[in-house]
């Protein structure tokens, strides 16, 4: 795999969690308002749930193609594939946090 190809792969990679943490982020600041107040313990159940769910997402959206490379005997392409996703996901959340200091 050509190494621009593997640098846009990283990006479409590290956006797709992007999206998917810009989404559970609006969904989870508006939860109050879409599901109501949660008294019972089905609250901290659903949380603890999403969190393990999003965890195999992301997981799964950061390390997948790496693997699938990686198992194809293409180790090399696969480690760049994944250093690439983390360098962007890195970006992306440096520039989150450079927006809210300057908000």
Known sequence: MKQTKLI????????????YVVVISLILGQGEK??????????P??????????????GALTLGRPILLYLQGCKREAIGLFLYTLGWLFL??????ILQVLK
């Open 8 to 19: 846009f792969t990283g990006f479409l990679d590290a956006f797709s969690v992007a999206v």
């Open 92 to 97: 992306m959340t440096l520039l989150v946090f």
């Open 34 to 43: 879409i599901f109501g107040k949660m008294d019972n313990f089905l609250g």
């Open 45 to 58: 159940v659903a949380l603890l749930l999403l969190l393990v769910l999003s965890a195999a997402i992301t």
